[in-house]
Nanobody
Framework: QVQLVESGGGSVEPGGSLRLTCVAS??????????MGWFRQAPGKQREAVAG?????AYAGVVKGRFTISRDNAKNTVYLEMNRLQPEDTAMYYC?????????????????WGQGTQVTVSS
């Protein structure tokens, strides 16, 4: 079993920044062998990939240059640094993990999900 717990969400004004954290745990989890991903889902919209990382980072085009994914395998933790946030970034953000299989940006490539953390960007 793998458990993922996200934190760091909140409300910010446009142009602001937030840092999301996802801590993984579980008897079968080995950080260095898992691909980690961040997804988001806004009300009425499908869940979409934001960023993923196994040995190197990958980003969705709409966040590239504004968001940075990083990981600390020693702490079983993955981060998502979000800068220049815009109202369209408002969503529930989810952490995902699995052994690297399939495409990083496909939700079905991940078998483990956190409960999510809300990010709201408004003035």
């Amino acid at each position: 079993q793998v458990q993922l717990v996200e934190s760091g969400g909140g409300s910010v004004e446009p142009g602001g920044s937030l840092r999301l954290t996802c801590v993984a745990s579980g008897s079968t989890f080995r950080s260095e062998t898992y691909r980690m991903g961040w997804f988001r889902q806004a009300p009425g919209k499908q869940r979409e990939a934001v960023a993923g990382m196994y040995t190197s980072p990958a980003y969705a085009g709409v966040v590239k240059g504004r968001f940075t994914i990083s990981r600390d395998n020693a702490k079983n933790t993955v981060y998502l640094e979000m800068n220049r946030l815009q109202p369209e970034d408002t969503a529930m953000y989810y952490c995902a993990a699995d052994l690297p299989r399939g495409l990083w940006h496909r939700a079905e490539s991940y078998g483990h999900w956190g409960q999510g953390t809300q990010v709201t960007v408004s003035s």
